[in-house]
C-alpha cells in the first residue's frame, strides 16, 4: 500500500499515529543532520522530518524538486507550528522511504507564485496543473459541472450525446472540417453546437435535454477566445420564453449556492434589447453599476421610433457634433476636478485603434456651479447647463462626449462606461450581478456579401432556428424579405421583427443564449429564404430538420451556457484557459502537443488529399 493518508489531511489530534503518505518533494531544507522535506499532492502538503540516519542516506542519494517519494513514518507535535498551513500543527517523523520516481529539474517553479511564462506553462501543462491555482480551478470546474448537472437531473433532463462527425450547423463562425477516409473527397464538419441535433430529439419526444458538450468554431481568435469549448446545452419541448428563463435562472442560482455558497434571492433582472443598446450601448451590460449613456443625438430607434434627434447640441456651430451620426455622453460623478493631463490620458484611450474614437469631449461642472469644457467656444454656459441636466450632473461632476458614426460611437462609450467603472472600482470580482436580455432584433443588416451585385443580405443574429416574437411572424411570412437597397433596410419590415431570444448576462459577460424555436416547415423555408438560400441549398443543408418538421414538431426552445467563462467568472478571473486542463494558445495551438502539425504523405494519400 503506497499510502493510508493524504497530504492535507493529518493534524493535531492524529499525533502518534503510524501512517503512509505518498506525493511530490515540494522543498528540501536541510538543517545540520536533519532534513525537512515538504510533500504535495492534490490534497496539500505535510512536513516531513528525516532524521540523522535517513539524512545520511539522502546525503549520498539527494532528492530533487518533484521527486515522487513515498514514506512510512509516525505524526508527531511540530515544534514550531505553521499556522498557513492546514497540516501545520504536525509532520511525519520518517521511519523508511523510497523514491517511486525521479524528476528532472521543472522548467519553473511549481508554487502559487510561479516563475514561467505563459507560453512555458503551457508547454508543460501537466506539471503547470500541479499548481494550486490552477487546481483550484479545475476543482471548481467540476463543481460547477456537478451542480448543474444535479439541477437538470433533479428537473428530469436526460443527457443525451449527440455526434461530432457531422454537416454544418450555423452558430456564426466557420466549421472546422474533417476529411472523410471512406469517402473520397468528402467532409464532416465539426458542430459548432449541438444546435440541430437537440431540435431532433424534441421532435423524437425527449422533451427535456441537456449536454455538457464541447462545441468547434474556427474564429479569428481574439483574446480569451478557444477554437474549442465546452457549453451546458439544454433543450425543452412545450415551452414559451417564460418557461426557459424561469428553470435556467433557478439553475443558475443552484450552482451560486452550490459553489459559491451565495444565496441570490433576487429576482434576476430583466431588460429589452434596445434599452440595453440605450441605456448601457452594449447588449451585455454590466449593472453592477449606473453611469447609463445620454443619448444626445443618434439614428438609434427605441420603441419603433427615433428619440435622440440632437436638439441640444446642434445649431451652435461645433462642426464635430453637427456632423456626427451620434453623439453619446456619460456622467463620471465627482470627476469634475479631473486635470487636464486625466482628461488628455483619457483622450489617448479613446483614440486607441481597439476603441478608434477621433477625440473625447468634456464638461467639468465646477463646484461652485460654473463650467469648463473643452467646446465651451461653441456653448454658452446655458447650452452646457442644459446639457448637464440632461446627463443628471450636478455640481462636481465630469461629462464625457463621444460622437461619430452610430455603430462605432455606442461601442466606444460602452467601452469607456466599463473602464471607467474598472477605475471607479465599481466592478466588484466577488459581486455577481445577474441579467437577462431579450427581444434580440431577428436579422441583422450585413454590408459585406461576396456575392457579385448584391447589396448586402439580412443574417441571423442568432442563429436561423430562432423563431420571430408571436406577434412578428406574420410581419415574416408575409412580406418578400428581398432589400432593395443598403438605405432603406432600416426601413425594411424586416428590421422591425424582434427574436424570441434571450442571452444571460453576468457581471457584462454572455454566458448564456437560447432562443424559441421555428417548429413548423413552412416558417423555417422562409427563413432560410431570406437569409438568402435557395430552395435547393436549403434542402441540401437542412433537409432532415426540414423533413423532421413534418412528423409531428412540438414547439419547443432551449439555451446554452458558456460552459468555461462561467466557471472563469464564478473563480474570479479573466481567462477562461486558466480554467480549462489543456487549452489552445492565442493563435489556436497546443503548445504540449504542438498541434496543428503537418500529417504525412501516406496519410494524406489515403484521405485523397493533395496540398495546394
Ligand atoms: N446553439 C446556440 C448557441 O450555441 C444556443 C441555443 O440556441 O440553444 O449559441
Redesign the pocket.
Known sequence: MYRTHHCGELRQSDVGKEIKMAGWVQTVRKFGSITFVDLRDRYGVTQLLFGEQLTKRLDENPLGREFVLQVNGRVAERTSKNAHLSTGDIEIDVSSYSILNKSATPPFTIQDETDGGEDLRMKYRYLDLRRNELKKNIELRYAVNRAARNYLHENNFIDIETPFLIKSTP?GARDFVVPSRMNAGQFYALP??P?TFKQLLMVSGYDRYFQVVK?FRDEDLRADRQPEFT?I?C?MSFVEQEDILEMFEGMIKYIFKQVKGIDYAENVERMSWEQAMWDYGNDKPDIRFGMKITNLKSPFKKDGKIEAVGELINGAGFGVFENAETVLALNLKNAGSYTRSQLDELTDWVKRPQIGMQGLVNIRYQKDGSFKSSVDKFYNTEKLKSIAASCKAEPGDLILLLAGREERTRKAIAELRLELGERSGFRKKNEFKLLWVFDFPLFEYSEDDSSPGSIGRWVAR??PF?APKPADIEIMINNNPAIENAATYLEHPYSGIKANAYDMVLNGNEIG???IRIFQRELQEKMFEALGMSKEEAMHKFGFLLGAFEYGAPPHG???FGFDRLCAILGGSESIRDFIAFPKNNSGRDMMLDAPSPIDEKQLKELSIRLA
Open positions: 452558430e459548432q453546437s444546435q462545441c457549453q446545452d433543450e442568432h442563429h430562432t443564449g437560447g432562443s432551449g439555451i446554452a
